[in-house]
Nanobody, 116 residues
Framework: QVQLVESGGGLVQPGGSLRLSCEASGFTFGSYAVSWVRQAPGKGLEWVSGINNGGGVTGYADSVKGRFTISRDNDRNTVSLQMTSLKPEDTAMYYC?????????RGQGTQVTVSS
């Protein structure tokens, strides 16, 4: 079955960086687009970034454009999100999601907290 396992979250000061990773299994990873979405406390899911199956096309929410970079390694079945210049409003649970959007299969998430 589809399995997505996120890692790399933590506590970071404003302006800091983190790199999230998602390891996929149970399906043909290289055939699917993948997204990162997040959910802040008390709020709904927000699409953050997406990448097509080949890795050549990426997209970002306006709120993270220029600060976050998505990438994937189809040989290792992984997708990553490099986050820089983090802000307190980036604090959320981050999920790796199959497909583009917020409604696909997702993992259990990794918590990112940006605070001084």
């Amino acid at each position: 079955q589809v399995q997505l396992v996120e890692s790399g979250g933590g506590l970071v000061q404003p302006g800091g960086s983190l790199r999230l990773s998602c390891e996929a299994s149970g399906f043909t990873f290289g055939s699917y687009a993948v997204s990162w979405v997040r959910q802040a406390p008390g709020k709904g899911l927000e699409w953050v970034s997406g990448i097509n199956n080949g890795g050549g096309v990426t997209g970002y929410a306006d709120s993270v454009k220029g600060r976050f970079t998505i990438s994937r390694d189809n040989d290792r079945n992984t997708v990553s999100l490099q986050m820089t210049s983090l802000k307190p409003e980036d604090t959320a649970m981050y999920y790796c999601v199959l497909g583009i959007g917020t409604s696909g299969s997702r993992g259990q998430g990794t918590q990112v907290t940006v605070s001084s």
